[in-house]
């Protein structure tokens, strides 16, 4: 199947075809993979990738002796398998433990103002923002840190705003065992502000509700707490 051994968190790959992983790994909103996404390790993927990156920069008329860029392509094909797109590899995917809600908490738990760092699909450039999640415990809660590690999971791809937060809410419901969660993100594309449009003003702001949270007057509340 492949020479990379797989492995996804709580998930037996021995019994797995590539498509089943494809469909774990993506849940609901599909991440665009093909067959053999799975198939290079993490070095091999920098390797070729290294190679490709000095091609580009000396196709657009870079001397690659110079001391300067010399180790760019190594660099940069190295910060894009193990930071910038670290959420395509399985085995980054945070391992969430549950635990009892003890304290029968039984209100709205907002994790606010969580960074946001991910990369537009269409123009490979960054978009830095803000996620605002919330949940309500059917019995069992996470670490607040996980939060962020789900968030920054899912950023770390080539993202469209809209499938990011449909991810991240498709997760925290499958950590959560619950269907009563919520998730806001506000965030800035470098695709517009410095080219194109041009406009470094202007943030893109998705919302995705669930269970509990479809109720107006619950959606309001998270609201007014993610406010400011
Ligand atoms: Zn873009």
Known sequence: MSAYPLKVSNINHDDLLVDDIIHQFNGIAKTPLHKNAFELSPEQKIEKIAAHFSEIL??????????????????????????????????????????????????????KSITVFSTCEHHLVPIHG???????????????????????????????????????????????????????????HMCVASRGIRDVN????????SGKFLNPET???FLEFIRG
């Open 130 to 188: 803000k996620a605002h999640v919330a949940y309500f415990s059917s019995g069992k809660v996470i670490g607040l840190s996980k939060l962020n590690r789900l968030v920054d999971y899912y950023s770390r791809r080539p993202q469209v705003q809209e499938r990011l937060t449909i991810q991240i809410a498709d997760a925290l419901k499958r950590a959560l065992n619950s269907n009563d969660v919520a998730v806001v993100i506000d965030a800035h």
């Open 58 to 111: 000396h196709t657009l008329g870079m001397d690659l002796t110079d001391e300067s860029i010399k180790d760019t392509p190594l660099r940069v094909a190295k910060m894009y398998v193990n930071e910038t797109f670290k959420g395509l590899i399985p085995d980054n995917e945070p391992s969430i433990t549950q635990f009892a809600n003890d304290y029968r908490y039984s209100q709205m738990l907002v994790e």
């Open 219 to 221: 959606r309001k509340e």
């Open 202 to 209: 202007s943030s893109t702001v998705t919302a995705e509700y």
